[in-house]
């Protein structure tokens, strides 16, 4: 039952924090396009004329997707480990108290929390490297 309610518990975390809301009295008109007359459209355009005629050109370089791409999971580690910090606390505060020690629920709570801790440690560290890495790469190759 415990493992039910936890698995439901991480699964509306997970996906109640990507929904994002819809509202639609504040729609912006879409942007204008893009001018795909030097181009060429359709088949006589190849891939860019198709992708400037289906509006997917984008002016955004590799070092930004990629670091969009890597900022969004390191992110969603953070959540995990925000979830297994609450979740180990839930445990500790649940374990109820012995006068011989801690019990093997605190002891399991705290390891917990402390691997999650440390994850979260590891997590900050890769999201600096990487951040600097990818300043790094967009000025050489600017």
């Known amino acids: 039952m415990k493992k039910i309610l936890f ?3 991480i699964f509306v975390f997970i996906f109640g924090s990507l929904a994002t809301p819809v509202f639609a009295q ?4 879409p942007a204008p396009a893009a001018d795909c007359s030097s181009i060429g459209a ?3 355009g190849g891939l860019e004329g198709s992708a400037c005629g289906g509006g997917l050109q984008s002016d955004k370089t590799i070092e ?3 670091g969009k791409y890597i900022k969004i999971f390191l992110n969603f580690l953070g959540i ?3 979830i297994m910090i609450i979740y180990s ?9 012995s006068a011989s020690g801690p019990s093997e629920n ?3 709570a705290r390891k917990t929390m402390i691997h999650a801790a440390i994850g979260l440690a590891v997590t900050l560290m890769a999201f600096s490297v990487s951040s ?3 300043e790094k790469i967009a000025e050489t190759l600017k």
């Open 132 to 134: 600097f890495v990818i």
């Open 42 to 44: 359709g088949l006589m």
């Open 80 to 82: 995990v480990f925000m």
């Open 106 to 108: 605190v002891k399991k």
């Open 64 to 66: 930004e997707v990629i």
């Open 26 to 29: 504040g729609a912006t008109p």
């Open 7 to 9: 698995a439901v518990i």
């Open 89 to 97: 606390g839930i445990i500790w505060m649940t374990a109820g108290g």
